[in-house]
């Protein structure tokens, strides 16, 4: 029976992790997934984390099972961050669980909007490769809108039209900020008039928020998320540590929902609980508590956001000097300046792209996105060149 499946392709975004990593080439350049570097081209292991790793070697009473639903400690910890206001929870209509990753969310959050009788996602688009797959696995169709228009903004035109054509029973899929792979994220006042819309065409907003902290910071990068929530009935939230905490591989996320009565939310995460049963049982515990222990403690919060801050920092320094170089041939690197976030498309082909790799030790998605966040001032001018060199 096994010999009747299919060979698939390998995903081309983690398999340019093993074609990188076999390049022998002293100054290769990796731009492919979204893992932050520090300007010395390292992910090193947050400070916050190596401290609550430790308390949490030396403090853990066992490692007996959990539930579905995992650390709630952690699920809890994370909610006035996300949701900001004195009541995150708004008296009971918000409630969560931890999840494998941000990915882990995001399936569940899909399944979730399935079982409760979506049958299409709208979804801006080019969007995370992974979101297609996911909504294609789960038999749901996605309908797809622009995300940029020809500015260089949000289009939103096309997403007032695609919201307008849509309705109960459908659902959209929303970057809460450092939108991947483009960095062209909504304005407050786009958000303002995103939350009526989906108010007003009776659409599940799921919103992915996998890069807070690495926009605008903490509080503005859940500027979407908070306006959305505050303006619609119902909500999915999927939430990833992995880039905030740099704890990609660890899987820390979590999955939020809003019922528009506390019953409703009640039945929303007993479903979560029964698909998380189904898929993984319950989430790889040791990355969720060691956030838990950080975000319990004021002095390990404050270290994890200084640590954020400069991570930003870097990101954004990095997109201004881009932004600033006027000698990158044909490719207009100016956008990237009003960018957010990780990430940046680039209007580079396959053959452009496919140089880059061979004659430069550049590595990029062949989608002809960049992760910003590994490049360095130290590596800039070389990939400003190679750029220069490729679209000439
Ligand atoms: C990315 O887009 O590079 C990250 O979200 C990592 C991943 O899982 O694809």
New binding site residues.
């Given amino acids: 029976m096994l010999d009747t499946l299919n060979q698939q392709p390998p995903?081309t975004?983690?398999a340019l992790i093993k074609l990188f990593n076999a390049d022998p080439s002293p100054d290769k350049i990796d731009l492919?997934?979204?893992?932050y570097r520090t300007a010395d081209g390292a992910t090193p292991v947050f400070a916050a984390i190596k401290a609550a790793e430790r308390r949490l070697a030396d403090t853990q009473p066992t490692k007996a099972y959990l539930g579905p639903e995992g650390d709630m400690g952690f699920v809890y910890a994370l909610m006035p961050h996300i949701f900001g206001g004195d009541d995150p929870a708004r008296g009971g209509l918000i409630d969560g669980m931890q999840t494998p990753g941000?990915?882990g969310a995001v399936r569940l959050a899909v399944a979730l909007a399935k079982k409760a009788g979506a049958t299409r996602v709208l979804m801006g688009t080019p969007s995370?490769?992974?979101h297609a797959q996911i909504m294609g696995d789960l038999s749901l169709e996605v309908l797809p809108f622009a995300h940029a228009a020809a500015d260089g903004s949000a289009d939103m035109a096309t997403l007032r039209a695609a919201l307008e054509s849509a309705g109960a029973g459908d659902a959209v899929l929303l970057h809460g900020c450092c939108h991947?792979?483009t960095g062209i994220d909504y304005t407050p006042e786009q958000w303002d008039e995103i939350a009526a819309l989906v108010k007003s065409s009776g659409v599940l907003p799921i919103l992915d928020l996998?890069y807070q902290g690495l926009g605008l910071g903490m509080e503005d990068d859940a500027y979407g998320v908070r306006k959305v929530l505050a303006t619609v009935p119902e909500a999915l939230v999927a939430y990833s540590c992995?880039k905030n905490f740099g704890l990609?591989r660890d899987r820390v996320g979590a999955l939020y929902a809003m019922g528009k009565d506390t019953d409703v939310t009640a039945r929303i995460m007993s479903n979560g609980w029964a698909l998380a049963r189904a898929n993984w049982s319950m989430p790889p515990d040791h990355g969720a508590a060691a956030v838990r222990l950080i975000l319990d403690d004021e002095a390990l919060t404050a270290s994890w956001l200084e640590e954020l801050d400069s991570m930003r920092a870097r990101i954004n320094q990095v997109r201004e000097k881009l932004a600033a170089s006027s000698n990158a041939g044909a490719v207009d690197l100016t956008p990237l300046g009003r960018q957010r976030g990780m990430?940046a498309m680039l209007p580079l082909d396959k053959d452009q792209i496919l140089t880059l790799r061979n004659e430069h030790a550049i590595y990029m998605a062949g989608s002809g996105r960049i992760?910003v966040a590994c490049l360095t001032m130290g590596n800039i001018d070389k990939f400003v060149g190679a750029l220069a060199a490729v679209s000439a």
């Fill in positions: 995903d975004l983690l492919g997934v979204g893992v941000g990915t995370w490769p992974n991947n792979p996998a992995d990609y990430f992760n």
